[in-house]
């Protein structure tokens, strides 16, 4: 059988590279055959957005070879890729908004007649795409502003046609869509492949993958683990080359049943939009962690909580006490503190100093609380516990390394005194001794009493941090687990390979 | 989602001609309670004159706005202008059309390095612009205390004065130019590109197009515009005038009539022909007052609410398209 394969679209071979001495793909090799759907899986932060990059031009390969319709090619632009026959569709949709679908698919390449565009040409040979792969009743007038998601990503699809692309990287195509467009994409897919169209498609959803895909390949801390044949597969034995290693860093001990309080937090019914049914109990003196792919809700969770984005619907108590939490400020009154997952975009004021940092949101919410003096000697012997690294006070932050700036989040929250504390990654960025200490002190305060909600999406940090995990999937609590779950319970929840009742 | 789609996909008309018409509407009705006439030869003359000169200037900045850019140098561009042209001609029939090439090269080569300070060396469009408009302030403050030259006789007897019915040659100059700017909007590929750098260079880029070099044409093509109206105005004046352009508040109304026309400052939407409504409204209130003799305090602040409600309805218009 072998013998009669077609020679393969796109061959990589060893394809390795490296940000800033981190080895994020390591010696990685895939062929996509002509007609082929191909997914890609891993874990966050596998390599798989990179490798999709790497192929689009994006990223050069620090080594390695990319073979493209039987020919070694590099490219050293997206441009590239694109007249080598390489369309991509991004996560985020690339179209302007305020102009036509004909105008989107034809950006830069606009057809002439007598030096004009030739609107005439540019409109009939949309309608033509845009027939060919079944979407003939969108008009290629309509400025895409009016168009829903699912049909962006078509015109998105019809764009890189138009480049006579003969391989279409899909990253994460249905992140945005509802369920009914999800549908739509596999006939799309679908059709694609029938011309013969190779496609690379990453996905998270194991569903999707399988639906879809002939072969997939896992990728597990840039290396690809494995590929395996769609038909021969079953989800179960996916997670298990997806997931396994060993927990290697040292973790602080959970806590004791004597250490649990009562409970400090609860949500019933709650909702908004990207959240619809969270139920949950939040007690003193435990570490809730909450687990999830990017976007299930899980960060969406924690803004809730800290009223940035807040509920619409349902009921939060504090201390058994009804609260509306409808703005971060009320959110810091009811004794709530959050870290941001976007350190430099939510968490510190770049250009300020460590101390106005540390003083933001006491200054803002609490003024007078604490006589100016004593609010900052608390600030001071905060940082000063911490260990905080710095040429001083006085100096602005943006200069602080990424794990030192966090103590500085840290300490502006600690000197409120909050009783519930939600941190949205709270070692993203930060280097292996700094990420031990805010371990340490993130246990440190749930034995203080204090009630703790922990978002990582690193699974050995969620596992080896947490009392009690939470796995969110499309906005909803997909499960429960208790202390000592596996990886593969977490990824399984998820990525929703347990049966659903609701199917 | 089909729903979306059953919306007719043709733009309606900008706003901006109702709001025109409203205008003119209750100008004409205020004047005539008032014992005066909105519509007489004189003021209607008056008017399109006026809306000729800001008219000429606001099509070129319609250019860089809809690229995303800004050019706050116009103003002291058209003084310029007009000393070039009239100090060139000098009187002399013979010198036109050399004095207009050497206008329109001087300020071609303005908006190049206008062009140039925004896209190759990143500085900010405002910071730039003001920039070189200071500059351009310092060399007129400092050769000029009153007007100098003199226009060519058969230049302010023909776009100066000349008209057909109350029709100036300069209105009709104005809408060649504004034909010229929305035929290249709409059927060049410089126009597709120049919309689709002001809605995101980034992604222009990486579909091929070559946003710096779009963005400096628009920046020459705008400064041109700005080197006609001082054109046009030299032929009014009947010499150079080191300051009609900022007393005349080029830079700022030409910007408020792309605004009020619909253009979107931040780029990437908008249009000529929603310029010359701007225009033709901002006249208007202006002929309307004068008119009335309204205070001249008054009327600037009544322009400004003008402008800031017709954002406001903008970006509520936007923001709704958005939800």
Known sequence: ?????????????????????????????????????????????????????????????????????????????????????????????????????????????EPLRRGLVDRRAMLGRTAELLASVGEGSLP?????????????????????????????????????????????????????????????????????????????????????????????????????????????????????????????????????????????????????????????GRSALARALFGAAPFSTGQVTVDGAPVRLRSPRAAIRAGIAYVSEDRKGEGIVAGQSVLDNALLAGRAVRPGRLGRGARTARVRELLAAFELRAAGENQEIRFLSGGNQQKVVLARWLALAPRILLFDEPTRGIDVGAKSAIHDLVRRLARDGAAVLMVSSELPELLGMSDRIIVMRDGRIAGELAAGATEEDVVALAVGTEREAAG | MSGALSLPARRTPPGVFVALVLTLAIGWLVVTLDGGRLFSLPTTVSLLHVAAGLGLVAVGQTLVVVGGSLDLSVAYVVSLSTLVAAETMAGDDGALLPA????????????????????????????????????????????????????????????????????????????????????????????????????????????????????VTAHVLCALCAGLAGVYLASRLGAGAPRVGTEGLYDLESIAAVVLG?????????????????????????????????????KQVIRGVIIVAAVAVHARRAMRKAS
């Open chain 1, 1 to 109: 059988m072998s013998g009669l394969l077609p020679s393969p679209l796109l061959a990589l071979r060893g394809i390795g590279k490296s940000f800033l001495g981190v080895r994020v793909l390591d010696g990685v090799d895939l062929q996509v055959r002509p007609g082929e759907v191909h997914a890609v899986v891993g874990e966050n932060g596998a390599g798989k957005s990179t490798l999709m990059k790497v192929v689009s031009g994006v990223h050069q390969p620090d080594e390695g070879t990319i073979e493209f319709a039987g020919a070694p090619r590099t490219f050293r632009s997206p441009r590239e890729a694109q007249q080598a026959g390489i369309g991509t569709v991004y996560q985020e949709l690339t179209l302007l908004p305020e102009r036509t679908v004909a105008e989107n698919v034809w950006l830069g390449r």
């Open chain 1, 140 to 296: 290629p007038d309509t400025r895409v502003g009016r168009l829903g998601v699912a049909q962006q990503q078509v015109v998105e699809i019809v764009k890189a046609l138009a480049l006579d692309a003969r391989l279409l990287i899909m990253d994460e195509p249905t992140a945005a869509l509802a369920d009914h467009e999800v549908g739509q994409l596999y006939a799309l897919v679908r059709r694609l492949q029938e011309h013969g169209m190779g496609v690379l498609y990453v996905s998270h959803r194991l569903k999707e993958v399988f639906a879809l895909s002939s072969r997939i390949t896992v990728l597990k801390d840039g290396r690809a683990v494995t590929t395996l044949d769609t038909a021969d597969t079953s989800a179960d034995q996916l997670v298990r080359h997806m997931v396994g290693r060993e927990l290697s860093s040292y973790y602080p001990d959970p806590a004791q049943p004597q250490e649990l309080g009562p409970v400090r937090l609860t949500v019933r019914g709650g909702g908004n939009r990207k959240l619809r049914g969270i139920d949950l109990r939040l007690r003193a003196g435990e570490v809730l962690g909450v687990g999830g792919l990017q976007g299930s």
């Open chain 2, 100 to 215: 207009i090439g050497l206008t329109l090269a001087v300020s071609a080569t303005i908006g190049l390095v206008n062009g140039l300070l925004v896209t190759t060396a990143r500085i900010n469009p405002f910071i730039a612009t003001v920039g070189v408009g200071l500059l351009l302030k310092g060399y007129l403050d400092n050769g000029y205390d009153g007007p100098a030259g003199k226009t060519a006789p058969a230049l302010v007897q023909g776009l100066g004065y000349q008209r057909i019915g109350p029709v100036p040659l300069s209105f009709l100059l104005l809408l060649a130019v504004a034909a010229a700017a929305w035929f290249m909007l709409a059927r060049t590929r410089f126009g597709h590109h120049l919309i689709a750098v002001g809605g995101d260079p980034e992604l222009a880029r990486l579909s091929g197009v070559r946003s710096n070099r779009v963005l």
């Open chain 2, 262 to 298: 619909g253009t979107a400052l931040a780029g990437g939407r908008g249009g000529v022909a929603g310029t010359v409504g701007g225009v033709l409204l901002l006249a208007s209130v202006d002929a309307v007052f004068n008119q009335l003799e309204v205070d001249v305090f008054f």
